[in-house]
């Protein structure tokens, strides 16, 4: 089985986890703490893209490899943790071998 659907999956759920973080740790500080709400406008943004991205290529990958409804749901809830993707990139990972 082709596992490029996998592996674009891994990217961009490292990819939202990174912006995720620096959204909770860098930009919403710097919009509260020092009064410059810019940086969450422009952070948030990109997170908001990636995580759609997230979940609908994890969808795309559940249909691909007709994958149990709850390892669709753990992906989609580990989009909502922060350092879940990175979490749910070692289910990942199982899935390539």
Known sequence: MDN??????????IAEGISFLILLLIAMPLKYMAGQPL?????GWAHGALFVSYVAMAYYVKIERNWPFKLFLQAFI????????????????????
Do not use: C, E, M, S
């Not at 490029?4 to 759920?13: F, P, V």
């Not at 580990?78 to 071998?97: C, E, H, I, V």
């Open 78 to 97: 580990a989009a909502w943790l922060p350092l879940g993707t990175f979490w749910f990139d070692r289910t990942l990972k199982k899935q390539l071998n």
């Open 4 to 13: 490029r659907t996998i592996h674009a999956l891994r990217k961009i759920g």
């Open 39 to 43: 940086a969450v406008t422009y952070v």
